[in-house]
C-alpha cells in the first residue's frame, strides 16, 4: 500500500473555479475530525504499510493544530506508516500564521502544498483567493524557518485578459520563492462552478499554448525536472504521492468524497458531509464502487500514464490493448505528438504535451 489521501473539504469562502467537493459549513469540523477518525478504525491498512499521506481539499489548513494532531494519532494507531512517509498538507498562504507554522512542528507533516494560484493580487480578488501575493512569501519564509523543507506551489495560467507578460511575471515571482517543486494549470471553467456562470472565457488557445511553452522553457532553466504534464520539481523533490495515483499503485482515501483504489476496485464515498459525518457516528461506511478490469482498466492506466514524461509501458498491455494503442497512435505517431521510447513506452512528445487530452480521448476504447 503505497498511499492514504485524507480529504478536508472546509473552505471559508469558495473560489470561483473550483469544481472539487467542499463546504463552508465550519462548525463542521470537530464531528467530522472524530468521523474521519471512525473511518480509519473501520478501514486499517493491516499490515501493508503507507509510504505517503496526503491532507487535500478543500483547504486542508482550516482545521487547528489540535484537529490535525487527533488525525494523525488516529492515524498511527491504524495504519503502519513508513519510517520515511512523504506526508504532505494543502495549505491557503493567509492560514499560516507563526502559531501555525509552529504547529506543524509537532506533526509528521513535511511537505507542504500551497495554492499560490498568481501573483497579481487584482486577479487574486476576482478568483476569490482569500491571499495577497505578499502573504505567499511570507507564509513560506514561516514554514522554512519551522523546518518544511519541500514546498510546491500551485500556479494557473490562462485568465481572461492575461497577457503573456503578465504570465511571464508570475514565473518570475514563483521562481525567486526557490520553492522545490511547481506545479501550473490552465485555467478551466468547471460546469456548475461560479466561474461558468460568468460564462467567462480564458485567454483563447494560442496564446495559452504560448503561456505553457513558456513555462516549460522557463522552469526547465532554472533546474526543474519536468515529468508530469502540470507537475515539474528540483531533482528529488516529485510528489511522491501523486506519482502513486499515475503509476497504478493503490491508495486509500478517506473523508466525504474520496476515493480509493486497490488495484482491482474503484471506490468513493459519499460527496455529503452530513451524510459521511452521520454514517461514521452509526459505524457505515457510504460509497459506491466499481470492479477496474479489461476495457476500463485500458482506459484507467491509459489516462493516467501518459500525463507522465515516462509514458504508458506497453509489455503491461494484453495484446489486445497494445495492438489498439499501437494502431490509434499511428498518426500521432507520425505527427510527432507521441513517440515510443527505447523502453518501450508510449509517450507524449513536448508537442503532444498540450493537446494531450485530444490525443488521449482517441486512445481510448469506447
Given at each position: ?318 495484446d489486445r490493448h497494445r495492438d489498439y494503442a499501437i494502431k490509434n497512435a499511428r498518426r500521432f505517431l507520425n505527427d510527432g505528438l507521441l513517440h515510443i521510447t527505447p523502453a518501450n513506452h508510449l509517450a507524449l512528445t513536448r508537442r ?15
Amino acid at each position: 500500500m503505497a498511499g492514504l489521501y485524507i480529504h478536508i473539504p472546509f473552505c471559508r469562502s469558495r473560489c470561483i473555479y473550483c469544481g472539487f467537493y467542499s463546504t463552508t459549513a465550519l462548525d463542521l469540523r470537530q464531528r467530522y475530525v472524530e468521523a474521519l477518525c471512525k473511518e480509519m478504525a473501520l478501514r486499517p491498512s493491516d499490515e501493508q504499510e503507507i509510504e505517503t499521506i496526503y491532507l487535500g481539499g478543500g483547504t486542508p489548513s482550516q482545521l487547528t493544530i489540535p484537529q490535525l494532531h487527533q488525525i494523525f494519532e488516529s492515524l498511527s494507531i491504524y495504519n503502519k506508516v513508513s519510517p520515511d512517509a512523504e506526508v504532505t498538507i494543502e495549505m491557503n498562504p493567509d492560514d499560516v500564521t507563526e502559531a501555525f507554522a509552529d504547529g506543524l512542528c509537532w506533526l509528521p507533516v513535511n511537505r507542504v502544498s500551497m495554492g499560490a494560484q498568481t501573483f497579481d493580487d487584482e486577479r487574486l480578488k476576482w478568483l476569490h483567493r482569500r491571499h495577497t501575493s505578499r502573504q505567499v512569501a511570507e507564509a513560506l519564509e514561516r514554514l522554512r524557518d519551522n523546518g518544511i523543507q519541500n514546498i510546491s506551489i500551485d500556479m494557473m495560467y490562462g485568465f481572461p485578459g492575461e497577457t503573456l507578460d503578465d504570465w511571464q511575471a508570475d514565473i518570475t515571482a514563483a521562481l525567486s520563492l526557490n520553492a522545490e517543486h511547481l506545479s501550473a494549470y490552465c485555467l478551466m471553467i468547471e460546469e456548475g462552478t461560479p466561474l461558468a456562470q460568468m460564462h467567462q472565457e480564458g485567454s483563447g488557445e494560442e496564446l495559452e499554448r504560448s503561456m505553457y511553452e513558456r513555462l516549460i522553457d522557463r522552469l526547465a532553466s532554472a533546474g526543474y525536472k519536468h515529468y508530469e504534464i502540470s507537475n515539474f520539481a528540483k531533482p528529488g523533490f516529485r510528489s511522491r504521492h501523486n506519482s502513486s495515483y499515475w503509476n497504478d499503485t493503490p491508495y486509500i482515501g478517506l473523508g466525504a468524497a474520496a476515493h480509493s483504489y486497490d488495484g482491482h476496485t474503484r471506490s468513493w464515498n459519499i460527496a455529503d458531509i452530513r451524510q459521511y459525518i452521520e454514517g461514521m457516528e452509526s459505524g457505515k461506511r457510504l460509497f459506491d464502487a466499481e470492479t477496474i478490469e479489461g476495457d476500463t482498466r485500458y482506459n484507467d492506466r491509459l489516462t493516467v500514464a501518459l500525463r507522465t514524461r515516462e509514458g504508458l509501458d506497453l509489455s503491461t498491455l494484453s495484446d489486445r490493448h497494445r495492438d489498439y494503442a499501437i494502431k490509434n497512435a499511428r498518426r500521432f505517431l507520425n505527427d510527432g505528438l507521441l513517440h515510443i521510447t527505447p523502453a518501450n513506452h508510449l509517450a507524449l512528445t513536448r508537442r503532444g504535451l498540450f493537446v494531450s487530452d485530444m490525443i488521449i480521448s482517441e486512445l481510448m476504447l469506447v
